[in-house]
T-cell receptor, first 114, second 112 residues
Framework: DQQVKQNSPSLSVQEGRISILNCDYT??????FLWYKKYPAEGPTFLIS?????DKNEDGRFTVFLNKSAKHLSLHIVPSQPGDSAVYFC?????????????FGQGTTLQVKP | DGGITQSPKYLFRKEGQNVTLSCEQN?????MYWYRQDPGQGLRLIYY???????QKGDIAEGYSVSREKKESFPLTVTSAQKNPTAFYLC???????????FGQGTRLTVV
């Protein structure tokens, strides 16, 4: 049972335009959400996170939006740059569990064309 | 520099052999995790440990074993019972109380 889903395996955008990556979750106990970026043959690196008490968090070109009622979050990258081309994973955790376990989606491969 | 070190980066083993993947962290994190990544799939949790001498099974623990004798170290053994061991293995650590996990560079295990 996939608790975190990224339904788009891939996304292609033009340099300078907006990239929107989506993620859905099913577990209402999740209260902390993260986005990671991953290059081939490397470990994921943390990008941005959001707590369930917020609906938006911004860090430079990256903004994460959370819609709790729809159990949906999205990552916006504006403007997109060729160096953003990578696999993006969303992840979720239950803060109350105090384990720090992250449940990951399948990932979306973003290609930013020059 | 603080971080997580996984070794080796590439590992080849014959079918039927056990193999141990190393993971060391100097971030002073209490919690450590092992994930597995397969093509087209997300990261799936194998085992995790919140404290020394204690660990818990994740979603796909069958065929794997771990130990946590030191805070800094969390080695993963892929046993011959693991039916599809060829994969990219990632180790991570965190404070264990929410917040982001920090990942190592991964070990690509190929069983032939």
């Amino acid at each position: 049972d996939q608790q975190v889903k990224q339904n788009s395996p891939s996304l292609s955008v033009q340099e300078g335009r907006i990239s929107i990556l989506n993620c859905d979750y099913t577990n209402s106990m999740f209260d902390y959400f993260l986005w990671y970026k991953k290059y081939p043959a490397e470990g994921p690196t943390f990008l941005i996170s959001i707590s369930s008490i917020k609906d938006k968090n911004e860090d430079g070109r990256f903004t994460v939006f959370l819609n709790k009622s729809a159990k949906h979050l999205s990552l916006h990258i504006v403007p997109s740059q060729p160096g953003d081309s990578a696999v993006y994973f969303c992840a979720a955790s239950e803060g109350s569990s105090n384990t720090g376990k992250l449940i990951f989606g399948q990932g979306t491969t973003l290609q930013v064309k020059p | 520099d603080g971080g997580i070190t996984q070794s080796p980066k590439y590992l080849f083993r014959k079918e039927g052999q056990n193999v141990t993947l190393s993971c060391e962290q100097n971030l002073n994190h209490d919690a450590m995790y092992w994930y597995r990544q397969d093509p087209g799939q997300g990261l799936r949790l194998i085992y995790y440990s919140q404290i020394v001498n204690d660990f818990q099974k994740g979603d796909i623990a069958e065929g794997y074993s771990v130990s946590r004798e030191k805070k800094e170290s969390f080695p993963l053994t892929v046993t011959s019972a693991q039916k599809n061991p060829t994969a990219f293995y990632l180790c991570a650590s965190s404070t264990g109380f929410g917040g982001e996990a920090f990942f190592g560079q991964g070990t690509r295990l190929t069983v032939v």
